[in-house]
């Protein structure tokens, strides 16, 4: 039977063999058949396959959204469009996290300017505001 090992799917693409096994618990690598001595014997299309999986990843996307892309990929009606739909808005994503992120960042540069520095931690305002806005909860 020809193929690679999962150890080599795993060192070609880059990850490491509990990724490997992961993504086939996620159903976003298909379980490949068995030699008599019972090793997995992976086709060469899993190691693009798992890059796939990782760079949709980086760029932001949950694997279950990446499922769906593999899904799409697979569908031969499918459309560029469609992709396209899911881009558009993982960028809607990233532009709401960006935000959210500025406000955590104006937020502590105010606390920051509250803080003289030499104080006894027992004094220091940015302890005493984030406890005041614990109490508001």
Sequence with gaps: ?????????????????????????RGLLLKPPRTGSNHR?????AVR????VKRAQELGFSLKEVKEL????????????D???????KIRDIDDKIATLRGMRKALLELMEECEGNLPVTQ?????ALAKKEEKT
């Design 1 to 25: 039977m020809q193929g690679l090992k999962v150890g080599e799917v795993a060192r070609r693409a880059g990850v490491n063999l509990q990724t490997i096994r992961y993504y086939e618990r």
């Design 41 to 45: 014997v992976y086709p060469e299309d």
């Design 49 to 52: 396959r798992v890059r796939f």
């Design 70 to 81: 593999l899904s799409l990929r697979a569908t031969p009606r499918a459309k560029c469009g």
């Design 83 to 89: 992709v396209l739909q899911r881009a558009e808005g």
């Design 124 to 128: 220091c305002r940015i302890l005493e």
